[in-house]
């Protein structure tokens, strides 16, 4: 039987986030199935307009989400639950990407916040260049599994021989999110005026892989 050394090397690095990503949450609710459209489409509208008022490109806010159901209240009669036809609801979520700008960012909500519009507002971050962290993982990766074979080897008195097997593990990305409630957006910058100042967590990217020798 071969005599191998089986070594797992680990990579844990953090990476500057250079995107930001923010989501708007829509919703409502109304009896009228057009003049739930019709505040769906307002609502919708104004958010892309301040959008675009602050320099950013009208087809670059997407949808991620979009429904209109019917809406029922359950009710109790006779100690019997029925569901009651009360009217429409209607949810969406629009998405928009831009470049790390705090002041932009600022302006963005505070616009919101001003406005008559009370979406739930998710900030979220990510790395540009995903494929270059993930291959900077993978290389710290295997870095750190040459250098254990090696001080396992030294310690062991044995000679390394050729890479007979690598084993590739798997990507952890740990996006950092930071959400943002109408209420907490309006008690902040509307009744405040205070402008955020926004210092987003580092992007932690951890690899593994499993390097196999034989031993000479």
């Known amino acids: 039987m071969d005599k191998i050394l089986s070594v797992e090397g680990k990579a844990n690095i953090s990476i500057k986030p250079n995107i930001t990503i923010l989501e708007f949450e829509l919703e409502g609710k109304n009896r009228n199935y057009d003049e739930l459209v019709k505040e769906l489409s307002f609502n919708s509208n104004n958010i892309k ?5 602050l320099g950013l490109i009208r087809t670059d ?3 991620t989400y979009f429904s209109i159901d019917p809406d029922f209240e359950e009710i109790r009669d006779n100690n019997i639950y029925k569901k009651n036809f009360i009217g429409y609801k209607y949810k969406e979520v629009l998405k928009i990407k831009y470049n790390n700008d705090n002041k932009l ?4 909500l505070e616009e919101i916040a001003n406005s008559n519009i009370n979406p739930k507002i998710d900030i979220k971050y990510e790395v540009k260049d995903k494929t ?3 291959n900077e993982a993978l290389s710290e990766a295997v870095k750190d599994a040459k250098g254990k074979a090696k001080t396992i080897a030294k310690a062991a008195g044995i000679e390394l021989g050729e890479i007979i097997n690598i084993n590739y593990g798997k990507i ?5 999110n930071l959400e943002i409630t109408p209420f ?3 008690s902040l910058l509307s009744v405040n005026h205070l402008s955020l100042d926004i210092e987003p967590d580092d992007i932690d990217i951890f690899d593994q892989v499993v390097v196999i020798y034989s031993i000479k």
Request: charged content about 40%.
């Open 49 to 53: 307009d301040i959008l675009v008022n």
């Open 132 to 134: 270059k962290a993930i």
């Open 61 to 63: 806010v997407k949808t």
């Open 184 to 186: 907490k957006t309006r």
């Open 172 to 176: 952890e990305r740990y996006d950092k």
């Open 105 to 108: 960012t600022s302006n963005i």
